[in-house]
């Protein structure tokens, strides 16, 4: 009994061995295997980054497309309650610093490039009905400004953005009301008193409506949170769209694209604007003061969105497919009139 199972065992051990023998891999076998696998799997690793960066190349062209259309049709929404439209002439008067300051913003790295008076609805805001539940619309005056800004802020991005200015009338009361600080009378709440710094502009007496308009003189006196002058700094004013074109048209490599029609309504800017945004045609307007007209250009900068090289930002033709624009051409509804 005892010869049997050593037999046994002596088998079962002797077959064990010999499938651990046929079923193994040499080091030659194994190396050859590696470098198959490295010359299948490299090609392909390759071929999902190429993958990835075009699809995030097309997303940044894409993102800036949508982004810049969505600003146009804004300011196109804003123009069509326009009843001035400044021109060059009209926002140089407005930008250049008098006894009384700049009457809209300005500074080193910014350039007002659409400034207009508009007509906008005041929604419920006068009441018809001693208890208050009732309430009327009105119309109130506003001051707006659209400018190209180049700067250093890490907030945004190594491009251009557009930013949006605004003064508005406050709502005044027939009856009662609060005071508001810096101007008399009355008003309907402190949510409906004028902005810092409103005034009208003034149609009485000689002259025509273009020097009038260009007369036009902010109400002084006031600062904002920083303690700046309310029209030197960035008081009531937002971002509208990032990353735009910031290349010059006087780069001696790669110069921005001129500007496609005339007269553009960019101001002489020597006395106030060190980084050049004047050179700059990412976001410009062509005015027709007569007919209340503006035709309002942008062109994006998608390369800011996937690059961090600041050299690597400026426009060329072999790269314009990241550099998406788009134009709009917009009559305000509104209108004025002077004896």
Not at 178 to 189: F, N, R
Not at 201 to 206: A, S, T
Not at 256 to 285: E, H, Q, W
């Amino acid at each position: 009994m005892m010869r049997t199972l050593k037999f046994l065992l002596r088998s079962h051990l002797t077959r064990s061995k010999a499938v651990q023998q046929v079923g193994g891999f040499t080091m030659i076998e194994l190396l050859i295997a590696m470098i198959l696998a490295f010359l299948v799997i490299t090609p392909l690793m390759g071929f999902m980054i190429n993958i990835m960066n075009t699809d995030r190349q097309e997303q940044a062209k894409a993102n800036s497309e949508q982004e810049i259309q969505a600003a146009l049709d804004y300011i196109a929404r804003d123009l069509q309650q326009a009843i001035y439209i400044y021109d060059q002439t009209g926002i140089n008067a407005l930008s250049q610093t008098t006894d009384n300051g700049p009457q809209i913003p300005n500074g080193t790295d910014r350039v007002p490039v659409l400034v207009f008076w508009k007509r906008e609805l005041a929604s419920k805001v006068i009441p018809i009905t001693s208890d208050n539940n009732d309430k009327n619309d009105t119309f109130v005056y506003s001051l707006v400004a659209y400018y190209l800004l180049k700067d250093s802020n890490t907030t945004w991005s190594k491009a251009a953005r557009i930013v949006r200015w605004q003064i508005k009338d406050g709502v005044p009361a027939t009856t009662g009301g609060v005071a508001c600080p810096g101007y008399s009378g009355t008003y309907i709440s402190d949510d409906n008193c004028p902005s810092e710094g409103f005034a009208l502009f003034k149609l009485d007496g000689v002259g025509s409506i273009e020097e009038k308009m260009n007369g036009w003189k902010r109400l002084s006196g006031y600062e904002d949170a920083s303690g700046d002058d309310i029209a030197v700094g960035y008081a009531n004013s937002i971002v509208l769209v990032d990353f735009i074109d910031q290349t010059k048209t006087d780069d001696a490599l790669n110069p921005a694209p001129p500007v496609a029609c005339s007269p553009i309504s960019l101001p002489a800017t020597a006395t106030f604007n060190t980084r050049d945004t004047a050179k700059m045609t990412g976001f410009y307007a062509c005015i027709d003061r007569v007919n209340t007209t503006a035709q309002v250009f942008i062109r994006g900068n998608a390369l800011a969105r996937i690059e961090n090289d600041p050299n690597k930002l400026k426009y060329s033709d072999s790269k314009r497919t990241y550099f998406p624009n788009a134009s709009v051409r917009v009559q305000g509804r509104g209108y004025l009139y002077t004896k």
